[in-house]
């Protein structure tokens, strides 16, 4: 009797979160809640962000990689640096997402570019700075393998 309870009770909290039940009641979340934006644990959603997070953040490792490799080493700072014309010219047969992996990339301090967002043709000599040290891309591809 006690475990059909459980069920019941179990089954009743189960239609609060189904969006297509009668007894759905939406759950108010504040902005600074670190529940808020995010999927409900161990969802399929919850699945394919986390999928997805180590998918950019591969791509952005790499687009440190080709910077690094075909770069110049600046002789005042030392650090390597590329042209967004050219990095766009290597890097687009790898990804169609270039702009987009720069921004992401530079939200993590791991480049740095003048302006906000890069353009094809207008922004070609604006120089991309590599902002990590060759151990630090390293050790970002090995930690997502």
Do not use: W
């Amino acid at each position: 009797m006690f475990k059909f309870r459980e069920l019941e009770k179990k089954e009743i909290e189960e239609k609060q979160d189904d969006v297509y039940s009668p007894s759905y009641v939406p759950k108010k979340y504040s902005k600074m809640s670190k529940e808020y934006g995010t999927p409900k644990p161990g969802t399929l959603t919850e699945m394919r962000a986390k999928k997805a997070s180590k998918h950019i953040a591969r791509e952005m490792a790499q687009i440190c990689e080709v910077i690094e490799e075909y770069g110049k080493i600046d002789s005042t700072t030392g650090k390597i640096y590329i042209t967004f014309g050219d990095l766009f010219n290597i890097y687009q047969y790898i990804s169609d997402k270039v702009v987009g992996i720069l921004l992401r990339a530079r939200k993590h301090h791991m480049v740095d570019f003048d302006g906000e967002m890069l353009y094809q043709r207008r922004d070609e000599e604006k120089i991309i700075t590599l902002q990590i040290t060759h151990e630090q891309i390293m050790t970002a591809l090995d930690g997502l393998r």
